[in-house]
């Protein structure tokens, strides 16, 4: 299996949902229990349904981000999303009427090809401009720009939305008020919430299944989300074997061994369900040193991915909100030790052979560079972050349950200025 591409993976569920309308659901039922079976694979997929795919892209009934060529490859080399791309696209197609009676309103499969559309201007664009002036107004007001990116706002992939909305939306994003930046998430989240409940829009993400589609609704009901954060607690830090090793280096020569990890786990419950919050430094862009860093929530059993904080800077300003001594702690050792990681991750590239080995047609030597790189960074600043964490999060208390739940809402797309969404996963 590949590296998850986002823009692929989403498009390949657009282009799927259309071949789905096109064929018929009972047919894509067909195609799956033939991949399981050895029968059909995806390159004979695509092939069988050649034409429906190109005029799908020539009349524009289905847009994507990226090209249909790029698309048909990804998920050539990707049996993961192949199947849940069949299934998604089985379930929306028979069921999308079951979702809520409050949809009716919405144009039905192949009468508009927004239902096809992943990053299309007609809605997507419009959200995106409407989620820049709020977040700008958000910034304004309180000095700080609420959300890191649109996703943590809303994770929505395709909208479903009928012609009223389409004209209401298009609307506001032309308000005078609303390109000055002055439009405020509770205008534009109650906006969003009217058209759901007239049954005249339905924001859609769609995420990897591997098990059951299970559609549920996020953000319909405040009440229904704060008794969920009432119920996320911290359940401590996971068990682990941290790096071990050294790293000398010298005008001349470097040296490097190590073994162990460097992720750190904080488990996690909410509503009775299990998971954990991964905090991970992403050491390298482009081969060079990178402040990257990425707190991850996921769940036990479930496919997909919950959704992430991205920078110490957006993880830190979430903490600060319930413990800001814990935060600038945090954001103080990250600081002090990537100034050590930098050092030691150029010294690797230039001594070391580290851009030979990034640079390198082979996929062994590739490899040997992600994994060095991981060391150096475990070495330098995973291990003392892991100390800050653990040593916090191991102790069962409120102010540690309150950290939990403010970086569940954000990852989850739950805070208070998170729009509603419905939300296709296992």
């Known amino acids: 299996?590949?590296?998850?591409?986002?823009?692929?993976?989403?498009?390949?569920?657009?282009?799927?949902?259309?071949?789905?309308?096109?064929?018929?659901?009972?047919?894509?039922?067909?195609?799956?229990?033939?991949?399981?079976?050895?029968?059909?694979?995806?390159?004979?997929?695509?092939?069988?349904?050649?034409?429906?795919?190109?005029?799908?892209?020539?009349?524009?009934?289905?847009?994507?981000?990226?090209?249909?060529?790029?698309?048909?490859?990804?998920?050539?080399?990707?049996?993961?999303?192949?199947?849940?791309?069949?299934?998604?696209?089985?379930?929306?197609?028979?069921?999308?009427?079951?979702?809520?009676?409050?949809?009716?309103?919405?144009?039905?499969?192949?009468?508009q090809d927004l239902f096809y559309r992943h990053g299309d201007e007609g809605i997507m664009g419009v959200m995106s401009k409407l989620f820049k002036s709020a977040n700008d107004q958000n910034a304004k007001a309180q000095g700080t720009k609420f959300f890191g990116d649109i996703n943590k706002w809303t994770p929505a992939d395709i909208y479903f939305v009928s012609a009223k909305a389409k004209k209401l939306f298009?609307?506001?994003?032309?308000?005078?008020?609303?390109?000055?930046?002055?439009?405020?998430?509770?205008?534009?989240?109650?906006?969003?919430?009217?058209?759901?409940?007239?049954?005249?829009?339905?924001?859609?993400?769609?995420?990897?299944?591997?098990?059951?589609?299970?559609?549920?609704q996020v953000n319909f009901?405040?009440?229904?989300?704060?008794?969920?954060?009432?119920?996320?607690?911290?359940?401590?830090?996971?068990?682990?074997?941290?790096?071990?090793?050294?790293?000398?280096?010298?005008?001349?020569?470097?040296?490097?061994?190590?073994?162990?990890?460097?992720?750190?786990?904080?488990?996690?419950?909410?509503?009775?369900?299990?998971?954990?919050?991964?905090?991970?430094?992403?050491?390298?862009?482009?081969?060079?040193?990178?402040?990257?860093?990425k707190t991850v929530l996921s769940y036990k059993?479930?496919?997909?991915?919950?959704?992430?904080?991205v920078g110490i800077p957006i993880l830190t300003n979430l903490i600060s909100t319930v413990d800001q001594q814990f935060a600038n702690k945090l954001r103080g050792t990250f600081n002090k030790h990537y100034v050590e990681f930098e050092k030691g991750m150029n010294a690797y590239k230039t001594q070391g052979g580290g851009d030979r080995r990034y640079n390198s047609s082979d996929k062994g030597l590739k490899k040997q560079f992600n994994d060095d790189v991981g060391a150096i960074s475990a070495l330098t600043i995973m291990n003392p972050l892991r100390k800050e964490i653990d040593s916090y999060f191991k102790i069962k208390g409120k102010k540690q349950d309150n950290v939990v739940r403010v970086l569940f809402a954000y990852t989850a797309s739950r805070t208070i200025n998170s729009a509603p969404f419905v939300i296709a996963k296992d």
Request: net charge positive; charged share 25%; proline share 2%.
């Open 221 to 293: 009901n405040r009440k229904i989300e704060e008794k969920l954060l009432a119920e996320t607690f911290c359940k401590g830090v996971k068990k682990y074997v941290s790096m071990q090793g050294t790293l000398n280096y010298t005008n001349k020569s470097f040296k490097l061994s190590y073994k162990g990890g460097r992720d750190i786990r904080v488990l996690i419950e909410s509503g009775g369900q299990t998971g954990d919050l991964q905090f991970r430094h992403t050491p390298a862009s482009g081969g060079r040193p990178s402040k990257g860093f």
């Open 301 to 309: 059993g479930s496919s997909a991915l919950g959704g992430q904080v």
């Open 1 to 111: 299996m590949v590296q998850v591409a986002t823009a692929e993976a989403e498009g390949a569920q657009a282009l799927f949902c259309h071949i789905a309308d096109v064929i018929g659901a009972q047919k894509i039922k067909q195609e799956y229990k033939s991949f399981l079976s050895g029968k059909e694979n995806a390159s004979s997929f695509f092939v069988k349904y050649k034409d429906i795919i190109n005029k799908a892209y020539i009349t524009g009934a289905v847009k994507t981000s990226k090209s249909k060529d790029i698309i048909i490859k990804y998920i050539e080399n990707n049996d993961d999303w192949f199947i849940s791309s069949l299934k998604i696209s089985q379930y929306l197609i028979t069921e999308i009427d079951n979702i809520s009676t409050k949809f009716k309103n919405i144009q039905k499969p192949n009468a």
């Open 170 to 216: 298009d609307n506001l994003v032309n308000d005078p008020e609303t390109k000055k930046g002055n439009l405020t998430f509770a205008e534009l989240n109650e906006t969003i919430g009217d058209s759901i409940a007239s049954g005249d829009l339905l924001p859609l993400s769609l995420k990897k299944v591997d098990k059951d589609v299970v559609v549920k």
